[in-house]
């Protein structure tokens, strides 16, 4: 019989309820207590935190909690319930059991908004409130909890900077006199080719909403507000990914590593000076809403696909783009969007495990990573399961390549010496050039697909051949994965804004926001499993039934 181990965890406060259902174990596995080490963590994680783990049969009710493994009810039909006006995230409701990531991201208030409105408090109480926090959330007493925390608060306080520069370095842009020699034109050549000449001549018709000339203008009038909140954000994104790893869902992130490159001053400084030259071209190109053509014309890729992107420079074609993309993600998230892509782990841990406690080892099972850009998070996957055999596929060539060098280093870092077969001996059997709508596979050839941050970049007739696609490829009964941006109702407080990201040379993310995933995967043959929030990104798991 199936059992469901329930972990609750009171926060410190005490009116934080957090219930996750950990695992599904065999019982008689449980009883002999054949449980790996990420279950022994998990009841060491148990006590440390005061927390109550229940056994309860996956065929008894749930508990009352709305956020606690609710049993979906059957769900209505896609057409009937976007004609009643639901948002996505009611609809998702209905489809999906929620974790409990989501009621909270759902509730969250941005911590800018409630950290000052106790104004009776003293600087001094402030603080010490503060230290009684850290202190009781263990990252005092637990060195990985302080490796943690020192490397994330370090590479929070990085990608500020970043941001920071790159807006500076593109209000000078704008409006140092076009002719000044040296910083100015070092800035804006070779990125903005059809701009370079409009400088200051035509920073008066820019416009960036209100009258504002840059986006840096518009954030400095708001300053304070603007910056708390995207640091709350990154935190409580930093709290869960954390939560994650002492619930022994996946490992520390292997990128802490003092040795790791991204540590290195010269690779930081490097990847400044491009990611500033970029910033600058984006955001020229932003403000104006003039979007260059991607240089390369080519009948291979589809229409919608040579577009730039968030106004990058040579949109998905091109070693620049693909070098500089993982750095200038990051410093549009503040830092935390391998925090928020790592929840995606969460499904993949429970599928392998089940497997596991099924006979079959990590090794048996097949892993395909649709779109997986530079390979980034793969790394990551890897580092979890570095025997799982897996192929990374994007329809750039580029970021292909920089994935293939993303995977070595990663090999070379954490597995030296150590045989994992596949390409480069990293453990990939494929780099797969193909389209996410026609995937150049057979059918029922992978136990596991993930798919990171791509839907909301195709046309939804595109997206629906591509969920056919997962289905084809995916043997029955495996895992489908899909994380991307939050939708309509999954963070209420964003609902009026949210589709301003599509200001940002994304054509297809409007019609994103509104499209009922669930609906549509289940129309692709799926069943819904479950939905997690991380601050902006939300992951979706479904499954193939078996046959
Ligand atoms: C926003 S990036 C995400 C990359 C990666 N998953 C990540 O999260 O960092 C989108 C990626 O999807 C790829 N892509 C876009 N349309 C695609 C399609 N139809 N088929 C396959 N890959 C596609 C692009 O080349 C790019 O690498």
Not at 88 to 95: S, T
Not at 293 to 309: D, E, I, K, M
Not at 391 to 405: G, K, N, Q, T
Not at 474 to 501: A, C, H, I, M, Y
Request: neutral net charge; aromatic residues 10%; hydrophobic residues 35%.
């Amino acid at each position: 019989m199936l059992v469901i181990m329930l972990v609750k965890l009171f926060a410190v406060n005490g009116d934080r309820v957090l219930s996750i259902r950990c695992c599904s174990v065999r019982k008689q596995e449980r009883s002999s207590m054949k449980i790996q080490k990420r279950h022994v963590r998990l009841f060491h994680f148990a006590r440390c935190h005061n927390v109550e783990i229940l056994f309860k049969s996956r065929r008894e009710a749930s508990p009352p909690s709305a956020v606690t493994d609710p049993t979906p009810p059957s769900p209505p039909p896609a057409a009937a319930a976007v004609d009643s006006g639901l948002k996505v995230a009611d609809l998702d409701a209905q489809r999906f059991r929620l974790h409990p990531s989501v009621a909270y991201w759902q509730n969250f208030k941005s911590y800018a908004n409630t950290l000052f409105a106790d104004t009776d408090m003293s600087l001094t109480d402030s603080v010490q409130q503060l230290v009684r926090q850290a202190a009781d959330s263990a990252v005092l007493r637990d060195p990985h909890a302080a490796t943690y925390w020192t490397y994330h608060s370090a590479r929070l306080t990085f990608f500020v900077g970043q941001a920071v520069t790159g807006l500076l370095a593109h209000h000078l842009a704008e409006t140092l006199p076009s002719n000044l020699p040296g910083f100015s034109s070092w800035l804006t050549s070779s990125t903005t080719s059809g701009l370079r000449s409009t400088s200051a001549q035509t920073s008066a018709n820019i416009t960036t909403g209100a009258g504002f000339k840059t986006p840096l203008e518009r954030i400095l009038s708001n300053a304070g507000q603007e910056m708390m909140t995207r640091v709350a954000e990154a935190l409580a994104a930093f709290q869960q990914d954390y939560d994650n790893i002492r619930g022994g869902y996946y490992p520390l992130p292997w990128d802490m590593s003092p040795r790791h490159r991204q540590n290195n001053p010269l690779f930081m400084l490097v990847r400044t000076a491009q990611s500033v030259r970029e910033s600058t071209a984006t955001l020229r190109r932003r403000v104006r809403s003039q979007a260059e053509p991607v240089w390369l014309s080519s009948s291979l890729y589809p229409q919608y696909y040579t577009n730039t992107f968030h106004y990058q420079t040579d949109g998905w074609l091109s070693d620049r783009s693909a070098r500089i993309y993982e750095h200038n993600t990051e410093l549009l998230f503040f830092g935390r969007q391998d925090a928020m892509q790592r929840t995606s782990l969460i499904p993949i841990s429970e599928y392998v495990r089940e497997a596991e406690l099924g006979g079959r080892g990590v090794s048996e099972l097949r892993l395909l990573e649709v779109a997986a850009g530079t390979g980034r998070f793969h790394t990551f996957i890897k580092d979890a399961y570095p025997s799982l055999p897996s192929v990374i596929s994007d329809l750039s060539p580029f970021y292909l390549a920089r994935a293939r060098e993303n995977m070595r280093y990663w090999r070379d870092l954490r597995q030296p010496g150590r045989g994992l077969g596949g390409v480069d001996d990293t453990g990939v059997t494929q780099f797969l050039q193909t389209a996410a709508e026609d995937i150049d596979a057979a059918d029922n050839q992978f136990d596991i697909l993930v798919c990171v941050y791509l839907f909301h970049e195709l046309p939804e007739a595109i997206r629906r051949r591509a969920a056919s696609e997962f289905f084809r490829v995916l043997k029955p009964g495996g895992l489908l994965v899909v994380t991307d941006s939050v939708q309509l109702g999954d963070r209420p407080e964003w609902d009026k804004n949210l589709n301003l990201f599509g200001d940002f040379n994304e054509p297809y993310y409007r019609s994103y926001t509104s499209c009922d995933l669930g609906a549509m995967f289940e129309a692709a043959g799926f069943e819904c499993d479950t939905k997690y929030l991380c601050s902006a990104t939300k992951t979706l798991s479904f499954r193939k039934a078996r046959e």
